[in-house]
């Protein structure tokens, strides 16, 4: 007898629809399994046979073909383990269902019949939706990631027993009407950090132990830098000697940026369900995520890759926080492959038979040391030539460092400030201020589509940056005394719009020209030399 | 054979230095005439000279062979447009004569015909690798008031002090002079790339050494010698505890050269060495303007001083140029100490930039640039 169910099967961040046809028939007792099965799947067949066994069904004793189409992809993953389980007890005349036509199935089995989660499970919810199914059958435990899906129907559920039951009766567990229902209160509300609340997963779990500015002595000049970063969302790179706080300045980023959106929220987790993360303590991605790779990272780490095509560090940044402490010891070539996602804020990988497009929306704060020993200018500690600083600072390449808006020097804290305990700003209200420049960015930019300054294209420079007099005369200036290239004049003037924002200037004066000119003049001067 | 491949034999012949060279050049005058002298007259004259060994003698005799090599170069050097001067041309610098070791020939790529070495004032510069920005300052002013007072600088093409003089010399339109350690062939520290081409269209580069020799360690201190020697001044703009300018120094005081130290503050290491020379009794270059007035001989400068000291600050620029000084000041100190808002203090720092007070040396880093020609020479007391 045959059957043919309905499940899905993933690429990149992408689901796409796979019928799992299972064929019993009189013969000699084989089991094939054809449609491009990776080992991930073949081993399947195995937790089948035994999960059946031990919830009191057969494993028919008879020739049983399984065909995952369309055969020509290659299928990766765990969670064909309910579709052939369930076509199994079908073919073979075990169970009489009602509509399973109408139903996804996606889950992994456990070999005593229970639900195991699986990767990517958002996605190829949103396969089913698509594709108009009425209902999806899966693992408790990716009811979280999932619950953003509205207009189709959840079903999570624990154990196979269960599918079993409302395949045949219609009949749901206690448990299962219990998460319906919090599903449908999750998708009346927009705001994300509700949603993490209902969900239990608290801010600090989501993301890392976040730093507060308050927490960092001194270090005004960095903080503002980061600030002005972080409001119009500019790159920004850190230099400064061992020890001055640059990692912690980094920590604090999360804690400055606004909650994610609904939107945004359901683009990270996908790109987490994706890469199976979400199976650990975090169900669900509602706090921008802050990421610090280490220099030896590989290329296939950084932007994605391997087989099957999971997403590299600068997709999981997604929306959040890139964090690349020891700039210069990154190998250059893995900095220059940064140049296109940087730009077009998503990454197309292709390999021989898979193509995944993935996002990378991330903001980068990079950091380094300003010279190979660390103390440049700082010329009594400083035992570098200058030979030996530029070459460290050629380890950079111009179209990177064009890339960042903001370069800001850390410096070691004079003592008299450090001990000044009580008057540090506290990251809350540097927050602020950056909501309300993010804000009038938004509406600034509302009618292109935009919502932050640096994402201001060329010909729309003129239109949104308008200045007065004075800071036009210091732009000239800087254009013909530095030698400025036509992009970083551009650059100058996207910069300088946002610390106008800032304090909510309708038109940039020429104190914010002037220091949009000194987070770019660093650039100028050392690494162009 | 032509005169040329005389001197290029000279230099060949192995054990023998530009000391021992001169010793024979006092007797013979040229490179020819010595190449023309029989056999036993050398032997005699050498066996007279305590200096020479016997083995000179045989590497004398021997290089007569060994022909083939001298073509080669002198080949070479003419493909490369390399001039060869030597102790019979007119144009040799004559205060390189006054040295016991004066190098007999000096190859030259550049404008040296149009080098006054004979005929006007010529200024050695030198001083450390490691610059801070008040030796740049000095060595650029020193380098800029050359091209204006019409001296020729002569300095190593080092990184530095050598190379910021040089720079501006050039960049005023000043004649410059490189002393090279290795042949011509090396354009040595590569990060000086740039001065070597601008060096080889407006001024001259010069070298002992035969056209490919390498940049080896040894050969600088012996370069140093050449560099007082064509001067009849040295400064020494900026120079540490142990310092090649120390070497050059020394070569100056022997061969009776004007001594010439930028002062520095006591405790900035790339001061001591200079500091240390004034204690022992070199000059201190006080007021650059009148140093180059005397040095050329009462000339005026081409262009009249354009800085204007009285320039008016605003009154906030004032105050955070006070808090500025050679050392490195961090913005972040300017901002406690000032309690004024970002923005302003970044527009004010800009401006007293773009006004040439102060420099930002890295990222946020600020240091005053000295007002070299502003400085009012005391008067003297009666």
New interface residues.
């Given amino acids: 007898m045959y059957c043919s169910i309905t499940t899905a099967g993933l690429c990149g961040i992408k689901g796409y629809p796979v019928n799992a046809e299972i064929d019993v028939a009189e013969g000699f007792p084989k089991l094939e399994l054809v449609g491009l099965a990776h080992n991930s799947v073949k081993e399947s067949v195995e937790r089948v046979k035994t999960a059946l066994k031990n919830t009191g069904y057969v494993f028919p004793y008879k020739r049983v073909t399984i065909n995952l189409a369309p055969a020509q992809i290659r299928k990766y993953g765990s969670h064909y383990d309910l579709p052939i389980a369930v076509g199994i007890l079908l073919a073979s005349g075990q169970l009489e269902a009602r509509q399973v036509q109408d139903n996804l199935l996606i889950g992994e089995l456990s070999l005593n019949g229970e639900m195991v989660g699986v990767r990517g499970a958002l996605a190829m919810v949103e396969t089913a939706r698509s594709r108009k199914l009425k209902r999806v059958i899966l693992p408790i435990q990716n009811w979280q990631e999932v619950c953003f899906c509205d207009d189709i129907e959840i079903i999570p559920v624990s154990h196979f027993r269960e599918v079993i039951a409302y395949l045949q009766q219609g009949r749901l567990g206690s448990e299962t009407i219990e998460l319906q229902k919090k599903i449908k209160h999750l998708s009346a509300l927009q705001e994300g950090e509700e949603i993490g609340q209902i969900l239990g997963i608290s801010v600090n779990e989501g993301a890392v132990k976040k730093v507060d500015f308050a927490d960092i002595k001194?270090?005004?000049?960095a903080k503002?830098a980061i600030a002005v970063a972080v409001a119009g969302m500019h790159h920004i790179l850190l230099?400064g000697p061992p020890g001055t706080g640059k990692t912690m300045l980094a920590k604090a980023v999360p804690g400055l940026l606004p909650h994610l959106t609904r939107e945004e929220m359901i683009e990270v987790t996908r790109v987490y369900s994706a890469a199976g993360k979400l199976l650990g303590k975090i169900p669900v991605i509602t706090e921008r995520m802050y990421r610090a790779p280490h220099h030896t990272i590989t290329m296939a780490g950084l932007l994605g890759g391997g087989r099957p095509l999971l997403p590299g560090e600068i997709s999981l940044t997604h929306k959040g926080v890139l964090f690349l402490d020891e700039f210069a010891e990154f190998p250059k070539v893995l900095l220059d492959t940064l140049r296109q996602p940087m730009e077009d804020k998503h990454i197309v990988l292709s390999r021989m038979n898979e193509r995944a497009d993935f996002p990378t929306d991330f903001l980068l704060i990079a950091s380094m040391n300003?010279c190979p020993c660390g103390y440049?200018?700082?010329?009594?500690r400083c035992r570098c030539?200058?030979?030996d600083i530029?070459r460290y600072h050629k380890k950079l390449s111009g179209p990177i460092l064009d890339r960042i808006d903001i370069?800001?020097?850390v410096?070691r804290?004079?003592l008299p400030?450090f001990q000044n305990v009580a008057c540090e700003k506290p990251s809350q209200e540097y927050a602020g201020q950056i909501a309300a420049a993010q804000h009038i960015q938004k509406q600034r930019l509302h009618s292109e589509n935009l919502l932050y300054n640096s994402e201001i294209s060329t010909p729309l420079i003129e239109k949104y940056c308008q200045m007065d007099m004075a800071a036009a005369e210091?732009l000239n200036?800087a254009y013909q005394?530095m030698k400025l290239s036509l992009r970083s004049y551009h650059r100058l003037m996207r910069l300088a719009r946002t610390?106008a924002d800032m304090?909510g200037k309708e038109k940039i004066e020429?104190?914010?020209m002037?220091?949009a000119?000194?987070y770019r003049?660093?650039y100028n001067?050392?690494f162009m030399k | 054979m032509q005169n040329e491949l005389y001197w290029l034999w000279l230099l060949s012949i192995r054990g023998l230095g530009a000391v021992k060279q001169n010793i024979l050049l006092r007797e013979w005058g040229t490179a020819g005439q010595l190449y023309h002298e029989t056999a036993e007259r050398i032997e005699q004259f050498m066996k007279k000279e305590k200096i020479f060994q016997a083995k000179d003698f045989q590497e004398f005799c021997r290089s007569k062979q060994d022909m083939g090599k001298c073509r080669q170069e002198l080949n070479l050097l003419r493909a490369q447009g390399v001039e060869i001067i030597s102790r019979e041309q007119a144009d040799y610098p004559s205060r390189l004569t006054e040295m016991i070791d004066g190098p007999p020939v000096v190859f030259a790529k550049g404008n040296w015909q149009t080098s006054k070495i004979n005929s006007g004032p010529v200024l050695a510069v030198v001083g450390t690798?490691?610059?801070?920005a008040y030796g740049r300052e000095v060595a650029a002013t020193i380098g800029k008031f050359c091209a204006e007072f019409g001296i020729t600088l002569v300095s190593g093409m080092a990184?530095?002090v050598d190379g910021t003089a040089q720079r501006s010399c050039l960049k005023h339109g000043g004649y410059s002079i490189g002393v090279l350690a290795s042949g011509l062939a090396h354009q040595f520290?590569a990060?000086n790339r740039d001065l070597y081409l601008d060096m080889e269209k407006q001024g001259v580069l010069i070298s002992e050494e035969w056209y490919q020799t390498p940049p080896l360690a040894n050969l600088f201190p012996k370069r140093n010698r050449i560099i007082s020697g064509l001067a009849e001044a040295v400064i020494v703009v900026e120079a540490a505890d142990k310092s090649g300018s120390l070497i050059t120094a020394d070569y100056a005081l022997e061969q009776g050269r004007d001594i010439y130290a930028v002062p520095g503050r006591i405790g900035d290491?790339?001061s001591v060495g200079c500091n240390h020379l004034i204690g022992q009794g070199a000059y201190i270059l006080e007021n650059i303007e009148k140093f180059f007035a005397d040095l050329s001989g009462g000339s005026q400068r081409t262009k009249p001083c354009q800085k204007n000291l009285a320039e008016n600050l605003e009154p906030v620029e004032k105050i955070l140029y006070q808090q500025i000084g050679t050392e490195?000041v961090?913005?972040?100190?300017l901002?406690?100490y000032t309690g004024l808002e970002?923005?302003?203090v970044?527009?004010c720092?800009?401006?007293l930039e773009?006004k040439g007070y102060i420099e930002?040396?890295?990222?946020?880093?600020y240091v005053a640039l000295p007002q070299i020609e502003q400085v009012p020479f005391p008067k003297s007391k009666p």
């Fill in positions: 001194s270090q005004n000049v503002r230099v300003p440049y200018p700082d010329m009594e030539s200058e030979y530029r370069f800001v020097e410096d804290p004079a400030s210091i200036g005394r610390i304090e020429a104190k914010h002037a220091e000119f000194n003049v660093a001067k050392y | 690798r490691r610059i801070t990184a530095g520290p990060g290491r790339q490195p961090y913005i972040g100190r901002l406690e970002q923005g302003e970044q527009l720092l800009l401006q773009w930002q040396i890295s990222a946020g880093y």
